[in-house]
């Protein structure tokens, strides 16, 4: 076999493997959208039929009709709106600091960050993270939803090993040129870093969309209920769930951050790749 023919049949193995994985991946989508057009007849019937006979939009209407809809997703996009800003923010003043400075110390710290990204977050929700809100009297509010949230380790290291690829002789220029630390970071380094700080805004966005556990814990009032909770009080706690309700809330809580993805793909691939592993 040759190696031109090796190549080729490498690369139908790896593109059937992909398109395998993307069947798999949007399988459950395709069967939540179809389900979420029929009557609760259809969603049972046998045998099961993926296409409903006729679109029941009622569905998308029950949600609202059910539940708050409109102000849970807006509780979300307020919450996940602070909470991008701010992770991403902080990701880059860390990221930078981290990159560019060296000092005693700082190979350890930069280590007890990264240590950190293994430790479940529900460790620190359940009591600890409550007992300040409560101290602070922030429950049910929207400090207690973002506050806790406006800094990542994850931000931090994106940022650092994004920095850390770019010459250090773009720096000295600066430097020569009078430009301090902060001018340097704010008016050269953010510019030219726009689409992995869109990248990392994105997945800040999403982390924050998709919060169940903490938003149930700081809030006790439907007026600041957050969209995933929502999604749970459509479940019954009886086996009579109207699924195609269920699935329509679903859609409707995975359009934003959807949405948001397609309108900034090409700078969210183009961020991630750019992001180098240097040591």
């Not at 909470?83 to 700082?106: D, H, Q």
């Not at 479940?120 to 101290?135: C, D, G, I, K």
């Not at 020569?176 to 966005?205: E, H, T």
């Amino acid at each position: 076999m040759t190696k031109r023919t090796k190549r080729t049949l490498r690369v139908v193995v790896v593109e059937i493997a992909l398109i395998v994985m993307s069947i798999a991946i949007l399988l459950p989508i395709l069967l939540a959208i179809t389900m979420s057009f029929k009557t609760s007849g259809e969603v049972f019937s046998y045998p099961p039929k993926i296409f409903p006979h006729t679109f029941y939009f009622q569905n998308y209407i029950k949600v609202f009709q059910n539940i708050n809809m409109g102000r849970f997703l807006l509780n979300s996009f307020i919450m996940a709106s602070i909470i991008m800003v701010g992770k991403t923010f902080f990701g880059v003043l860390g990221g930078y600091a981290f990159a560019n400075f060296k000092f005693k110390g700082s190979r350890i710290l930069f280590g007890i960050l990264f240590l950190t990204l293994f430790m479940p977050a529900e460790l620190l929700m359940v009591v600890p993270l409550f007992s300040l809100m409560r101290s602070f009297h922030w429950i049910n509010t929207f400090w207690a939803l973002t506050i806790p949230f406006l800094a990542s380790a994850t931000s931090t290291f994106l940022m650092r090993q994004h920095f850390m690829t770019i010459p250090k002789d773009l720096e000295d220029a600066a430097r020569i040129d009078g430009a301090g630390p902060m001018k340097f970071l704010f008016q050269i380094l953010v510019p030219i870093s726009k689409s992995m700080i869109g990248a990392v805004a994105v997945i800040n966005f999403v982390y924050a969309w998709n919060l169940y556990l903490w938003p149930l814990i700081a809030t006790n009032s439907n007026s600041m209920k957050t969209v995933q909770i929502g999604l749970k009080m459509l479940m019954s706690n009886q086996s009579t769930n109207d699924w195609g309700v269920i699935m329509a809330g679903t859609l409707i809580a995975l359009a934003p951050a959807l949405l948001l993805f397609f309108f900034v793909q090409k700078l969210f691939v183009r961020g991630i790749a750019s992001t180098g592993l240097k040591e």
